[in-house]
């Protein structure tokens, strides 16, 4: 084994994450191995400002069908990149810097804003974000624990 997979923490397929600067304590994510950029859910997406202050306010919905505990995040926009989605489909999406808090280690990383609503998670985790100091296991889900259940239950099919 080397150096680096062994300082690695590894990690589930599925992980409750959260985004300390953007004060959402809890969104479950996916970890793909196969998507190499990262993705959230995010809706009323406005861009103000121009060239290297240019910048974007959108509201990011942690709970699938619910817009309880939705927050509002602004920020600068890193990048603009062209993303091929899992159904082939490429589409221009604004690029931010977003830190992560994963099985107790928070990273920053590079986030595509993009309409969830119809996948299974609000938050995909790829290849860039879990080259740092990540291993996923794909036959365990949830290895850093779940949201408390009362949280959970709350959010439920609403």
Same mark, same amino acid.
């Given at each position: 084994?080397?150096?680096?997979?062994?300082?690695?923490?590894?990690?589930?397929?599925?992980?409750?994450?959260?985004?300390?600067?953007?004060?959402?304590?809890?969104?479950?994510?996916?970890?793909?191995?196969?998507?190499?950029?990262? $993705? +959230?859910?995010?809706?009323?997406?406005?861009?103000?400002?121009?060239?290297?202050?240019?910048? +974007?306010?959108?509201?990011?919905?942690?709970?699938?069908?619910?817009?309880?505990?939705?927050? +509002?995040?602004?920020?600068?926009?890193?990048?603009?990149?062209?993303?091929?989605? $899992?159904?082939?489909?490429?589409?221009?999406?604004?690029v931010?810097?977003?830190?992560?808090?994963?099985?107790?280690?928070?990273?920053?990383?590079?986030?595509?804003?993009?309409?969830?609503?119809?996948?299974?998670?609000?938050?995909?985790?790829?290849?860039q974000?879990l080259?740092?100091?990540?291993? +996923?296991?794909?036959?365990?889900?949830?290895?850093?624990?779940?949201?408390?259940?009362?949280?959970?239950?709350?959010?439920?099919?609403?």
């Amino acid at each position: 084994m080397t150096d680096k997979a062994q300082s690695s923490i590894v990690a589930g397929w599925r992980e409750w994450v959260s985004l300390p600067g953007a004060g959402v304590p809890w969104i479950k994510a996916k970890l793909d191995t196969g998507a190499r950029s990262s $993705s +959230v859910h995010a809706y009323d997406v406005t861009l103000t400002g121009e060239g290297a202050s240019e910048r +974007v306010r959108f509201r990011l919905q942690p709970w699938q069908e619910s817009r309880e505990d939705a927050v +509002v995040v602004e920020c600068p926009i890193h990048d603009r990149r062209h993303v091929r989605s $899992s159904s082939g489909h490429v589409e221009e999406r604004i690029v931010v810097i977003m830190r992560i808090a994963l099985l107790g280690r928070e990273i920053e990383t590079e986030m595509t804003l993009s309409n969830r609503d119809e996948m299974g998670f609000r938050m995909l985790i790829g290849r860039q974000a879990l080259r740092q100091g990540f291993l +996923v296991d794909p036959a365990k889900s949830f290895l850093g624990g779940r949201a408390p259940r009362e949280i959970r239950r709350r959010n439920r099919n609403r």
